[in-house]
Structure formats: structure tokens, C-alpha cells
């Protein structure tokens, strides 16, 4: 079932001291309900511009945007249409509104209007799918970066959308931190059935999504699975993006003659390719 549907979208930054700067051109793309969408493409490609389509923060100056059939265009529908796709951003920090954690975590369906026995169900839910219930009385601030990420999402998920958009979401994090958020956003769209889409420039962490979308000078430029998409080593790297470190070592073998497959994403499967192909020459 599709939950967001891009048609023909297109959009334009207006400055009165400058002319339009068209960020996205003519997108089509349809997201399904249950997928873990990354979302990949250089500064300035457009992806970040789309995200904040999704939850009507940004509207299209042509085109149309869908979820779940509602067009983000109709200012009426916006309150239902944030209901359905919630946005974490990069900083986590400009998301969190209170000193307790579990206060900002009720932030979003105390501006819903939500009854307050529902609201202390709703934030008790969050955090333990976050794994953070037990910070609840904690302050944020003291908060190691990947918690107060963990924290962002779990105000997004008070709210109970459909659809979780994460705008970059281990960007600022250490290692730790963005294997925890990572493992979270898994657990979501695996455990809870939750749409995913995802911005990230790290290519492990696209590679674990069941689809990945590139965008390229405003536009979708390649859309697959991560195999599929990731073992287009080259033509990644012509858009200045990366590829996991196991495929591109994989891809500097294969160009010194080496037999080993364009498909490998894991360093599981990268060992296990380099030992096959060395006990066949053995």
C-alpha cells in the first residue's frame, strides 16, 4: 500500500534579492507502508528539501505531494498529514523543548490535544521503543548525543505516525551514538512495522535499508535495493558519493583481476568472498 507519493514534484526557493533557486525538478517517487527507505545524493541534491515535503513543512510550487492521499498541498490537511509522518532532524538538540525527558517526550500530543492518561501511555510507549524509559525523570542536556537523539525520536513516536523521516539523524553522533540510533530505527521498521526513510552520508547505514533512493541535481536518480544500487561503484562516485568500505575494497580487487562479486555490502561478505576466490587459486 503506497503512503507517499511524489508527482512530478517541484519546488523553489523565493528571495526577493535573488532569483528562484529550484531545488527539486519533476520528482516521481512512491514510498510503501513498511519500508526502510535511504535516502542518499550530495549537499545541495534536493534530499533534505523533499524530507520536510513529506510532513507538509514545505509545500510544492508544482507537482503534487501525497500521503496516504491527502495532498500536502490543502493547508487544512497538515495537522493530519504530521499526525501521519513525523520529522526528526539532524541536531537533536533543536527537538528538545524541556529539562525532563519525559516532558518533552510529551510535548507533541500535549499540541494535539491528546487526554493526559493517553498522553502518559503514549510517552511510557515511546521511551521503552526507544529504550530510554529508564531516563525518564532525567534532563536531557546530560544526555550523551546518541540518547538525546533517541529522545527526539521517541517525541516523534508520542504522537503516533505512520511514517518516521529522519533528516541525517547520526550525523553529529561518535560511533556508539549512531550505532544506537541505528539499531533503533531498525527495531521500528522490523519489530513495529513502521515506515522508514532516512537521509544519511553514511553507507553502512544505507546499506542496512530495504531500498535505497539517490537523488542527483534535484532529481531520483537511481532507486533499489542497496545490491543493486551500491554495486554501481563508478557511476556513485562520478555524484561524489561513497560506497560501503566492503564494496569498494572489493571493487579495487576486481580492478587488479580478482573474480569477486559486485554485490558485496558486509565485511562478512567481503571475507568470504576473498577466501573463496583464494582457495580456488590455491
Known amino acids: 500500500m503506497i503512503l507517499i507519493e511524489a508527482d512530478k514534484l517541484r519546488f523553489q526557493y523565493e528571495n526577493p534579492d535573488e532569483p528562484p533557486k529550484t531545488v527539486l525538478r519533476d520528482v516521481d517517487l512512491t514510498i510503501e507502508r513498511g519500508e526502510f527507505v535511504a535516502l542518499l545524493g550530495h549537499n545541495g541534491c534536493g534530499k533534505s528539501t523533499l524530507a520536510k515535503h513529506f510532513n507538509a513543512l514545505l509545500l ?52 494535539l490535544g491528546i487526554e493526559p492518561a493517553e498522553i502518559r501511555r503514549r510517552v511510557d510507549d515511546a521511551l521503552k521503543m526507544v529504550d530510554m524509559y529508564d531516563y525518564r525523570t532525567h534532563a536531557p542536556h546530560k544526555l550523551s548525543g546518541g540518547q ?7 517525541g516523534v513516536l508520542a504522537m503516533k505516525p505512520d511514517c518516521i523521516v529522519l533528516d541525517e539523524p547520526t550525523a553529529m553522533l561518535d560511533p556508539k551514538g549512531r550505532r544506537e540510533v541505528l539499531e533503533t530505527v531498525r527495531r521500528l521498521n522490523r519489530e513495529n512495522g513502521m515506515t522508514v526513510v532516512m537521509i544519511t552520508h553514511y553507507m553502512e547505514e544505507a546499506a542496512a535499508a530495504d531500498r535505497v533512493v539517490v537523488m542527483n541535481e534535484g532529481r531520483v536518480w537511481m532507486d533499489g535495493t542497496p545490491r543493486e544500487i551500491f554495486s554501481q561503484v563508478e557511476a556513485l562516485k562520478d555524484v561524489e558519493l561513497d560506497v560501503p568500505q566492503p564494496t569498494e575494497l572489493c571493487a579495487e580487487l576486481r580492478a587488479l583481476g580478482w573474480d569477486l562479486p559486485a554485490d558485496v555490502l558486509t565485511a562478512e561478505e567481503c571475507v568470504d568472498a576473498i577466501a573463496s576466490y583464494l582457495e580456488d587459486r590455491a
Open 60 to 111: 510544492p510550487t508544482g507537482g503534487t505531494l501525497l500521503v496516504e492521499e491527502m495532498n500536502t498541498a490543502d493547508e487544512e490537511l497538515s495537522i493530519d498529514i504530521r499526525r501521519k509522518v513525523g520529522l526528526v532532524l539532524q541536531n537533536p538538540d533543536n527537538q528538545l523543548v524541556s529539562t525532563v525527558v519525559e516532558e518533552d517526550v510529551a510535548f507533541g500530543p500535549e499540541n
Open 148 to 154: 538525546k537523539q533517541r529522545i527526539a525520536i521517541a
